[in-house]
């Protein structure tokens, strides 16, 4: 799918392909996010 509507969005230009694609293809800065904040440790349980 991401395939495809790189393809169509790259013949027509239509920007609702470009937000599947995008969709698609998700945001890895916000995955990297994402996983930081879950190995965040509560100030509760670091040791001082």
């Known amino acids: 799918?991401?395939?495809f509507s790189?393809?169509?969005f790259s013949m027509?230009?239509?920007v609702d392909a470009y937000?599947?694609?995008k969709?698609?293809?998700g945001?890895?800065?916000d995955e990297?996010?994402?996983a930081a904040e879950e190995w965040?440790?509560?100030e509760e349980q670091q040791e001082i």
């Open 32 to 34: 990297m996010t994402e």
């Open 23 to 25: 969709e698609a293809v």
């Open 40 to 42: 965040v440790v509560p």
């Open 6 to 8: 790189w393809k169509y």
């Open 27 to 29: 945001n890895p800065e």
């Open 1 to 3: 799918m991401r395939d």
């Open 12 to 14: 027509t230009g239509d």
């Open 19 to 21: 937000m599947l694609y």
